[in-house]
């Protein structure tokens, strides 16, 4: 029996993706895209960027207007799917009504970790998940004088960026000894670092967070793991994110760091898929071990591979991740997995913060990160994306250049 209907839940990036790529795949049945978020699906990136400083406003962030959904029949509900019944092939919503599927497709994102120090209740702190957060923020940060953010990650140097560019004094803590560190080298750590403090942005490497004190309910001040007190009005925090598995894992599928998927995508239960950064697929670029991507790259590719799945294409998923940050005047691009890098070579000028570090796991290429060199990034997807492999060697050559390398080592 062919497939006669699509339940989605959550209409992020991977959610959204499916929808569309189902029907220009030629999908005919019914497509339910279920949110419990207000309004028109939209991206997340410019909510810790462009958004927050006004820079476009909530129409630019939408997918797609409301009427492409009407359009190409794709239903929008908001409501919270609260559980799946797996043996009907039903899911049960929030409001009392319920709604069955052929496939189910789980796509629930993630939540911010949230604080865990005294005083984490009290106004004026925030996590950036949501436009609803950014509404929030958005005028406070234009007043706020003394900002402290927590986590020196994406999330938290992006409002860093803005925070400084909006006039405030910002003080950020990490528990690392440099910035970002989980996720790209130390030559580009140093150049995101020389460039906030540029900024006036402050670092407090190798900092935690003690305790969060107030005044009327409101943050004032911030003290830090050495015990120092620094005084703030607004503090943001950025310190990861807890995958959405709840309704997974109370319906029984199987979890790991995330819903356990295989490389299809499919979850334990053959009418279940999920994607994006809910799930944990054995990645091919990580020696397929279960990993979970962060990244509107991974949602909207996982999210077309499935839709393709369900036509009848079925193929492993196996695309090259990539990932980019905009932080002030800087562009940071990374393609590939820079995990186990133990190798880097450089191009370009760190000083004007025009900088690529090639990453290498002895030998083997393995990622290569860009700031403002949007060409190389390009190229560098080519040169990831098939072999033959670009050694150290070739690549620490005097006047190296990537776009010439993948020329001339084109298939
Ligand atoms: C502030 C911010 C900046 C970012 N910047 C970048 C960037 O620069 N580059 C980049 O590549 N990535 C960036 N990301 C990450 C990127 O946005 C995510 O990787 C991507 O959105 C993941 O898509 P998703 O569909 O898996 O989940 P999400 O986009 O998180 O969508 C999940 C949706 O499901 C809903 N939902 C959850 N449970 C239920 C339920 N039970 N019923 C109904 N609905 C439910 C949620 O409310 C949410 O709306 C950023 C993320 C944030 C928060």
């Known amino acids: ?45 410019p909510l810790s960027k462009a958004y927050l400083l006004g820079k476009i406003n909530a129409t630019a962030m939408l997918f797609r207007p409301e009427t492409f959904y009407v359009d190409q029949r794709i239903e929008l509900v908001h409501d919270r799917v609260a559980a799946i019944d797996r043996q009907n092939r039903r899911v049960m919503l929030d409001s009392g009504s319920a709604l069955d599927f052929g496939h189910l497709v789980l796509a629930t994102g993630a939540h911010n970790r949230p604080l865990n120090v005294p005083g984490s209740t009290l106004g004026g702190i925030f996590g950036i998940k949501t436009k609803a957060d950014a509404d929030f923020l958005s005028p406070l940060v ?42 790209v080298s130390p030559q580009m750590s140093e150049l995101f670092r020389a460039a906030h403090q540029g900024w006036g942005v402050k670092f407090n490497f190798r900092t935690g967070l003690a305790e969060l004190e ?26 990861g994110v807890i995958p959405n598995v709840q309704l997974a894992l109370e319906a029984g599928l199987d979890i790991d760091n995330g819903i356990r998927v295989n490389s299809s995508l499919l979850t334990s239960d053959p009418h279940i898929s999920a994607l994006g950064d809910v799930a944990a697929f054995p990645c091919v670029q990580n020696g397929e071990n279960l990993t979970r991507l962060e990244s509107v790259q991974n949602a909207v590719d996982q ?58 796991r002895g030998d083997e290429l393995i990622a290569v990160e860009s700031c403002n060199r949007p060409g190389d990034h390009v190229f560098a997807r080519k040169i ?23 020329a001339a080592n084109r298939p």
Request: glycine share 12%.
């Open 142 to 183: 234009k007043q706020a004088r003394n900002v402290v953010v927590i986590g020196a990650g994406f999330i938290g140097l992006e409002f860093a960026a803005v925070a400084a560019a909006e006039g405030a004094a910002v003080e950020v803590l990490e528990l690392g000894d440099r910035p970002m560190a989980r996720a």
């Open 303 to 360: 999210g077309k591979l499935i839709a393709a799945r369900l036509v009848g294409k079925p193929a492993p998923y196996t695309a090259l991740p990539w990932f980019w940050t905009d932080q002030g005047n800087l562009k940071l691009q990374i393609a590939g997995l820079s995990i186990g890098a133990d190798n880097y070579v450089t191009l370009g000028d760190a000083a004007a913060q025009q900088l690529s570090v090639l990453c290498f």
């Open 214 to 239: 107030g005044e009327d309910g409101k943050v004032s001040a911030v003290t830090t793991s050495d015990g120092r007190r620094l005084p703030a009005e607004l503090v943001v925090y950025g310190i």
């Open 1 to 45: 029996m062919s497939l006669d209907s699509v339940v989605i839940v959550g209409a992020g990036h991977g959610g959204v993706q499916v929808a569309i790529s189902l029907r220009q795949e030629g999908f005919g049945g019914r497509i339910v895209l279920v949110n419990d978020e207000p309004g028109l699906p939209y991206q997340r990136p």
């Open 384 to 406: 990831l994306a098939r072999p033959p492999a670009l050694t150290p060697a070739a690549a620490a050559a005097p006047d190296f250049d990537l776009k010439a390398w993948e």
